[in-house]
C-alpha cells in the first residue's frame, strides 16, 4: 500500500524553506563574514599605497557590525652605508629624489655633516602614508644623533648629544713577551696601550729598558650607550714597574685651559723637554760607545749615538721642539735631520729613506712631530735610525742623559690637584692589595 503526500502539502514546505534562507540564513552569512576593509602598504617609496577590499557580495546588515583594520600611518625603512656608498647612491637605491637629497644637505646648521657618512652606519627612513619621505635618521657617532624632518618649505634639521654611561675600571699586566702582548691579555685596546707607553716615555725607553716581570697598572673610564661599549676616556692614573723601580702618573687639567697633562703624585710633571727615543717599540742593534769598532771598516770608531733598528718606512718622531738647522745628504750619514731646540740642545737623526712631507731647513717642528722614516741610507748595513743627543756640542748618552722637565704645576693649582689625585692613587693602592679591598671603599 502505498502512501502519497499532498501536492498543497509540498507546496506550503517550499515556501517555508524559502522564508527560512531569505530571512535566516543571509542573516547568517553577513554576520560571520563581514565586508573587510585591508591596507597593503608597498615598500617602494615612490608608489602609493593600495587599498584592497574583500569582494563579497553587499547585504544588509543586521546584527553584526563591520571590522576595519586601522591602516599603517608610517613606514621605516633602515640602510646599513656599504664601503663607497654616498648619500646619492643611497637615496637613488630607495627611490628617494634628488630635490629631497639637496633640500636636506644644504639644510643649516647640520646639512653639511651628511656629505661624509661612514661605512657601517646606519640611516633610517620614515615615510608617511603615501610612501613620501618625512623623516630621516643618522648617527654620526655613537654619541650624537642626526634628524632631519620635513617641513613646508623643505628639511629642518636637529643634533641630539648622548649622555654616556660611565664605568672606572682597573685593568693591570706584567710583562711576559713584550708591552702589547701582555696588555692586551688585560683588556687593553691598542690605543690604549700606546697611550700607556706616551705616559711614561720620557723616563721608560720602552726598545730596550723593559724586563720580564715588569708590572703595569691603569684606571679609567669606559663608556656605555644603551649597555653597549663604545669607547673609553684617557687614563686617568697609571703605575709601571721597570726594573723594580715604581713611576705613577695622574692626569690632571690645570687652569681652564681645557688640556690635560700627566704628572706625579707630587705635581711634577711627567713631559720633559725630550723624548727618551725618537721611535716607538724598536730594537737598538748599536749603544752608545765611544770605543766601538765600525762594522764597516773593522777599527776603532767612537759610536756617537744609539742606532735603534727597525723596518724601512718606521716612523721617526722628533725628540724635542725647536727649529731645523739641516735637513740633507751626504755619503757617510744619507739624508740626515739636524734640529736645533735651544742654545744649549741638539738631536740628531741619521739614515733616513725619506724626510717628512714639507720638512725643510728653518721651519720649526714640535715635540713628537712626525720628521721622516727610517731608511738605510749612507753608510748602514741595514734598516735603522742613527741618533745623536748633544748638550753645549758635547755627545750625551741618550738613554742616561738628565732630561730637563716641562713646568710643574702651579702653587695655586697644587692643593686642587692633590685633592684630585688622592682618591686615585688610593685605588692604585687598593687593587694592588686585591679587588675585594678597592670595591669596599
Known amino acids: 500500500m502505498s502512501f502519497e503526500f499532498p501536492k498543497t502539502h509540498l507546496v506550503a514546505i517550499a515556501f517555508i524553506c524559502a522564508g527560512l534562507w531569505v530571512f535566516g540564513f543571509s ?62 647612491v643611497v637615496f637613488q637605491k630607495h627611490g628617494f629624489s634628488a630635490p629631497e ?74 710583562i711576559s713577551q713584550s708591552l702589547f702582548v701582555s696588555a ?24 730596550l729598558d723593559l ?3 715588569d708590572e703595569f697598572s691603569v684606571i679609567l673610564e669606559e663608556l656605555y650607550v644603551d649597555g653597549r661599549f663604545i669607547g673609553h676616556r684617557d687614563i686617568l ?30 705635581g711634577k710633571s711627567l713631559r720633559k723637554a725630550f723624548l727618551r727615543a725618537p721611535l716607538e717599540f724598536s730594537r737598538i742593534s748599536s749603544n752608545f760607545d765611544l770605543r766601538r769598532v765600525h762594522p764597516l771598516f773593522n777599527r776603532l770608531r767612537p759610536h756617537r749615538g744609539i742606532d735603534y733598528a727597525a723596518p724601512s718606512g ?7 721642539s725647536g727649529r731645523v738647522q739641516i735637513a740633507g745628504k751626504s755619503a757617510a750619514n744619507g739624508n740626515y735631520i739636524v734640529l736645533q731646540h735651544s742654545a744649549e740642545y741638539q738631536t740628531k737623526y741619521l ?19 712626525l720628521i721622516g722614516y727610517v731608511g738605510q741610507t749612507g753608510w748602514a748595513t741595514g734598516p735603522h735610525l742613527h741618533y745623536e743627543f ?23 693649582q697644587l692643593v686642587a690637584f692633590r685633592e684630585y689625585a688622592k682618591p686615585l692613587l688610593f685605588q692604585l693602592d687598593a687593587y694592588r692589595q686585591g679587588p675585594q679591598i678597592a670595591a669596599a671603599n
Open 101 to 174: 637629497l639637496h633640500a636636506m644637505a644644504t639644510s643649516k646648521p647640520h646639512g653639511a655633516r651628511l656629505k661624509n657618512i661612514l661605512p657601517g652606519k646606519t640611516i633610517r627612513f620614515t615615510l608617511d602614508p603615501d610612501g613620501m619621505l618625512s623623516k630621516l635618521s643618522y648617527e654620526p657617532s655613537p654619541l650624537e644623533v642626526l634628524e632631519f624632518q620635513r617641513e613646508k618649505d623643505g628639511y629642518s634639521g636637529k643634533l641630539t648629544q648622548r649622555k654616556p654611561e660611565i664605568n672606572r675600571v682597573y685593568r693591570t699586566g706584567r
Open 390 to 412: 748633544l748638550v753645549n756640542g758635547a755627545h750625551q748618552n741618550p738613554r742616561t742623559v738628565k732630561l730637563p722637565n716641562d713646568a710643574p704645576i702651579s702653587r695655586k
Open 351 to 369: 739614515h733616513l729613506s725619506r724626510f717628512a712631507k714639507g720638512l725643510r731647513a728653518g721651519i720649526k717642528v714640535r715635540q713628537g712631530e
Open 27 to 88: 542573516d547568517f552569512k553577513e554576520a560571520s563574514e563581514p565586508e573587510v576593509t585591508r591596507v597593503v602598504a608597498t615598500t617602494g617609496p615612490a608608489s602609493d599605497s593600495q587599498t584592497i577590499k574583500s569582494i563579497i557580495p553587499p547585504q544588509p546588515v543586521t546584527t553584526a557590525s563591520v571590522v576595519i583594520q586601522p591602516a599603517i600611518d608610517a613606514q621605516a625603512i633602515e640602510h646599513t652605508v656599504q664601503r663607497g656608498e654616498s648619500l646619492a
Open 211 to 213: 724586563r720580564r716581570g
Open 237 to 266: 692614573a697609571a703605575e709601571f714597574v721597570n726594573q723594580g723601580e715604581v713611576f705613577r702618573a695622574v692626569r690632571f687639567e690645570p687652569g681652564d685651559t681645557g688640556e690635560g697633562g700627566y704628572y706625579t703624585p707630587n
Open 314 to 320: 718606521t716612523p721617526i718622531r722628533a725628540a724635542g
Open 184 to 207: 692586551q691579555r688585560s683588556g687593553l685596546s691598542d690605543a690604549l696601550i700606546l697611550q700607556l707607553a706616551k705616559i711614561f716615555q720620557w723616563d721608560i725607553d720602552f726598545a
